[in-house]
């Protein structure tokens, strides 16, 4: 069998279509933006509930077929490009995005959405259960990493549904899950400096089986002995990134942006 343009997996559950929908929350006030709208199975259903719906599809022939199927409703826009490429704020009204994300490119495509996130009220999203198990992780445990950190900073996070990969075509290799993240209106925890709180995330989960001590050597003149033990920030660098909140990778961001003043 051909694959289809780019690897895309499309939805054919219309069960599973209208579920998420209804736990998205569309009311017919508000302006939608759909992803990776494919053969329109979501298109569909959301142009019945949504003041407008524009629809971003990188693929000519799907474009086409879009085009055709729903000439009819003027509430629909379609833009033909890459949304790892959009510019976003280009929206004329703030969105809610549901969205069965591509999922070769479905991590990037969430990352900008953050980006833009003053754009959209929420984000309901379907991607591989294994991404969704690293979105919703809680410290201490294996799928927690800066994936977890970088979204959880951001955005509250509500795991939805789980989508077997019984409702696609052509059939995935593994299960989905339905997400929905809300952009928080104040930061969640005080940070003096972004680039210096991601630096000091992404760091921490560099060789996640290693101890802090190992994989902050950047700013290893920082380290401080306490009779034997070694610490940053009063945090103890025994311990692996997996441990740490996000609060605590504030702690030590602040502390070694304000040793850099």
């Not at 069965?100 to 309901?124: D, G, Q, V």
């Not at 052509?170 to 940070?191: C, H």
């Not at 306490?226 to 702690?251: C, M, W, Y």
């Amino acid at each position: 069998m051909k694959k289809p343009p780019l690897g895309q997996n499309y939805l054919i559950n219309e069960d599973i279509a209208r579920e998420i929908i209804f736990q998205a929350g569309i009311s017919n006030d508000q302006h939608v933006l759909e992803i990776g709208p494919g053969k329109g199975i979501l298109t569909a259903l959301l142009l019945k509930k949504a003041k407008s719906l524009t629809a971003i599809e990188i693929d000519s022939g799907l474009c086409l077929a879009l085009t055709d199927s729903f000439k009819a409703y003027e509430n629909f826009h379609l833009i033909q490009t890459d949304a790892l490429k959009y510019n976003y704020n280009a929206l004329e009204n703030q969105c809610q995005v549901v969205s069965n994300l591509p999922y070769y490119a479905a991590t990037h495509i969430l990352k900008r959405l953050i980006h833009y996130r003053e754009y959209f009220t929420n984000i309901t999203v379907m991607l591989q259960k294994e991404v969704v198990d690293r979105l919703v992780a809680i410290p201490g445990t294996r799928d927690y990493g800066s994936l977890s950190v970088f979204i959880q900073f951001y955005c509250e996070v509500e795991r939805l549904i789980e989508v077997s990969k019984e409702a696609f075509s052509p059939k995935p290799k593994i299960d989905s899950s339905v997400i929905k993240l809300t952009p928080l209106t104040t930061s969640r925890v005080k940070v003096d400096n972004l680039k210096t709180f991601f630096a000091v995330v992404n760091a921490s989960f560099l060789h996640k089986r290693k101890m802090l001590k190992n994989n902050l050597t950047e700013w290893g003149n920082l380290f401080q002995n306490q009779n034997g033990t070694i610490k940053l920030a009063g945090i103890n660098l025994n311990r692996r990134g997996e441990t740490l909140s996000i609060e605590d990778f504030a702690i030590l961001s602040n502390y070694i942006h304000s040793c850099d003043d």
